[in-house]
């Protein structure tokens, strides 16, 4: 059964740092656009950030632009979220998904959960001193 599995999340002071990661099972990443999304407790599940296929375009929700690196390794079937500069606004539930095949649009402009089938069960981020 093909699936997505994060790992990496934990509980970090404000100013800190995480690498999360997006693991494969079942299937090659490489075909696949990949999305990290959140979700804070009573709030909708928001995009964060995307990476298209060979890495050809990434994208940031406006509140992580310059704090937060999406990186691909295909050869490790994984892709990476590095997180610096946390703040207590970004505790929540971090979901990576994926999607198959060429979307030249997918990782432009408002990153759509919709757009992507393969879903983890997510990974626990808590920004608190």
């Known amino acids: 059964q093909s699936q997505v599995v994060e790992s990496g999340g934990g509980l970090v002071q404000p100013g800190g740092s995480l690498r999360l990661s997006c693991t494969a099972s079942?299937?090659?990443?490489?075909?696949?656009?990949i999305g990290w999304f959140r979700q804070a407790p009573g709030k909708e599940r928001e995009g964060v950030s995307c990476?298209?296929?060979?890495?050809?375009?990434?994208n940031y929700a406006d509140s992580v632009k310059g704090r937060f690196t999406i990186a691909r390794d295909d050869a490790k079937n994984t892709v990476y979220l590095h997180m610096n500069g946390l703040k207590p606004d970004d505790t929540a539930v971090y979901f990576c998904?994926?999607?198959?095949?060429?979307?030249?649009?997918?990782?432009?402009?408002?990153?759509?959960?919709?757009?992507?089938?393969?879903w983890g069960q997510g990974t626990q981020v808590t920004v608190s001193s």
């Open positions: 998904a994926a999607i198959w095949g060429p979307h030249p649009n997918i990782c432009t402009g408002v990153i759509d959960k919709r757009r992507f089938n393969v």
């Open positions: 079942g299937f090659s990443l490489a075909l696949y656009a």
């Open positions: 990476i298209n296929r060979n890495s050809a375009s990434t």
